[in-house]
């Protein structure tokens, strides 16, 4: 059974329907928010009061004030025992693209983030060929996926060496820990042989901010990433060469070979971030197994799969469970760690989005929904992303009521997390990837193959953790890149022979229809999930709704009381600092809540109602509205 | 030499250093003057600096530094000494979470030593920080002087029109 919540059933057929006898099948019955209750009754509660702090993380150090995260420690327990994760900016992107030519989507939205614009890019000309009724030519969907292998390689990079790692570094564990730095010195690394530290503290000195031999490579190898999209692209950041039905990049044998030196240099980082994550998960895992619960949160897992097989994509809604099952990664739904689906329209039909908690009105009390069912029939909800409406509106700004520019996604109305790993995780369940000399699918894991370069051929295995957690995410996401990498292989040498055959068309031709059309694009970021949902009339967009992995990962809590995904992963997080309760830092907290790779900062339109700007950024926003 | 523009797109007033160089790279420049868009995060900006080893670099945008009135130009010459590490370090982790922003860009390439000796910042104060195009009337109106600081500073005074 998919859904266990929303009423849907399933013919013989395999077609969707809503239950019959379902008086209003949507209806939403608004629960208390669950939370901390601070214990004031029972013997001695008043007494002796639990040691809380109260700790409001606002801005989250390095993601640009737009996120803010308020905890409370409990300091006799030594663990976080409350949680609010509030999305700070307003964004709306749906609101500038309303009555817009659907083509200026692609443009405006490649600027939702400024770490992985050509994602947005992408994912809007899916949606808009969509619309069109157009498919690329194999070459350019090759292109594409090309293209975002190496926006992986500036996205993964950053925040294992930079954003991660520092948090297991000798300067940070110092002093919060530092027993284990003591530990580190007499531990030798079990993967030594491919990265070169001898013992754990060589390693943990090498993650250290600024000076760290693995901090500086990957400040490097983002430089890397960006030439590997400069030479499909044209331009990057923010490429302008993605089009309905292709890219307007000018290709030439040159591009393709000159990308693939790049590839070449990326094994071999591959091959020693995996193994560094590895020793770092193993030796704080052993040090105290309390780590594996820092983050932890149940194994539910949503991703709309990445990288198309050209012989497979057609851009139809119509054949998208057929070309959405042969992607490289696949799109799934994972619910406690089974896999419940990988077909795309079950993904689209249970995506509801909630603002009980979130600075929006609700847009359903506005009369009926737009649409009830998708193009093919199968039921969809008044909340689902064709029928929203973004009507911001900041108002009671507390916890039982608002505290977040956020919404709430949730499928089949439950808690979904999305990652870099959580695509290996739903290819990895499937157990199926075409036929290729790089990359296989086990069911317990995934095994790469990634070509000599300095370092020899080597065999890498992924196996599916037993919990999810925040060393896991970190692991997870430096196996990423070995599984990007044996992808990128494939793809490049399916463009060689369709370069060599003469098929050398990267894009199709189109005109803007000017009938009524709804469509959607399906695609990953770097952390997972993403949706552009378009509804078009008269060459123009009437609804235009993206939907970010961190729009699902720091979602407030919904109207049935659940806390989202950050939300869920820091309360339980233990306190394993060793220091007195006046200098815990809440490391651990943090290395929960970074382990998303939250991904919020934002361009824009940040307006307190008076005209008055708090702060500019620009440009990542991938969590606002 | 180069001369680098860093805004923010559609905050109208902020997006003052992409702006001046849409408006003028097109313009007669002396050979060996390139104008470009760096309206992207600081380590690009260095990976870029790095690629092309200019001899002088010259970069404008609107900086909302709320000392001065609105359509103050400061121009300064840049004090190559970088910040502490910390703060490179707070400002380069923003920067890879892809936020655009000059005092990033200036700490992040100091650090790293990627500036030439003859670093030149050309700053406006903005006016109108809200969403839209277009620039605010006092920033309008201290356009054509940035342009001829810019000119200046590359040595191509006599081409002004």
Known sequence: MCFKNLPIDFDGEGNARLREGVADPYAVTVAEPKGYVRPHDGPGAMLAPPRLREWSIDPVTRV??????????????????EAHSQAMLFRGYEVILKGRDPRDAIDISSRACGVCGGVHSTVSSL????????????????????????????????????????????????????????????????????????????????????????????????????????????????????????????????????????????????????????????????????????????????????????????????????????????????????????????INMGIEEFVEHSYYDDWTTNGGPRFATDPLGNPISPYHAWNKETIPRPQGKNFKEKYSWDCAPRWDRQVMESGTYGRMWTTALAARTPDNPFLDATGDGLRITLPRHGLPEMELNWKIPNTLNALERNRGRAYAM???????????????????????????????????????????????????????DGGRIVNYQINTPSTWNASPRDPFGNPGPYEEAIVGTPILESVSDDDVKGIDVLRAIRSFDPCMPCTTHMDTGKGVIVREVNSCGCTLE | MLVGGIGLPWLRDLDFGTQFIVRFQHEPWPAGVLLEDLSYAAHRVMHRLQEIEPAKVVLVGAMPRDVDPPGTIRRYTLDLTP???????????????????????????????????????????????????????PVERAVQQVLRLVRDEVGATELLA
């Open chain 1, 64 to 81: 640009a004030g737009a996120l803010a995260v308020h905890t409370v420690l409990d300091l006799q327990k030594r663990e976080a025992v």
């Open chain 1, 482 to 536: 070995a599984f990007t990498a044996a992808i990128g292989m494939n793809c490049i040498l399916k463009a060689f022979e369709y370069w060599r055959r003469g098929e050398t068309a990267v894009s199709t031709t189109y005109k803007v229809p000017k009938d009524e059309r709804v469509a959607v694009g399906f695609w990953e970021a770097g952390r997972g999930y993403l949706t552009h949902h378009l509804h078009m």
């Open chain 2, 83 to 137: 910040p502490p590490p910390e703060e490179v370090h707070e400002r380069l982790t923003e920067a890879v979470g892809g936020i655009i922003d000059l005092d990033h860009t200036l700490a992040v390439v100091r650090h790293w030593h990627a500036f030439p000796a003859d670093t030149t910042v050309i700053e406006v104060e903005p006016a109108d920080r809200s969403f839209g195009l277009g620039f605010s009337d």
């Open chain 1, 127 to 346: 949606a808009i060929e969509q619309a069109f009724g157009i498919c690329p030519p194999p070459l350019g969907v090759l292109v594409r996926n090309l293209g975002e292998v190496g926006e992986m390689f500036y996205d993964h990079p950053l925040h294992l060496g930079l954003l991660a790692g520092p948090d297991y570094s000798t300067s940070i564990v110092s002093v919060t820990n530092p027993e284990l730095v003591v530990k580190a010195e007499s531990t030798s690394c079990g993967h030594a042989d491919v990265h070169g530290f001898k013992t754990m503290k060589d390693l943990m000195d090498a993650l250290n901010p600024l000076t760290g031999k693995i901090y500086l490579e990957s400040l490097e190898y983002t430089r890397v990433g960006r030439i590997m999209c400069m030479q499909m692209y044209g331009k990057y950041p923010h490429p302008s060469t993605l089009v309905p039905g292709g890219v307007s990049t000018t290709i030439s044998t040159s591009s393709f070979n000159e990308y693939y030196t790049q590839l070449g240099k990326i094994f071999d980082y591959c091959k020693v971030m995996a193994a560094t994550w590895d020793d770092i998960a193993e030796f704080f895992l052993e040090a105290n197994p309390a780590y594996e619960q820092v983050g932890a949160r149940p194994t539910n897992l949503i991703q709309t799969g990445i990288w198309d097989d050209p012989e497979a994509y057609d851009a139809t809604y119509a054949n998208c469970n057929e070309w959405g099952d042969r992607r490289w990664a696949l799109p799934g739904i994972i619910l406690d760690g089974e896999l419940r689906t990988t077909r795309l329209t079950d």
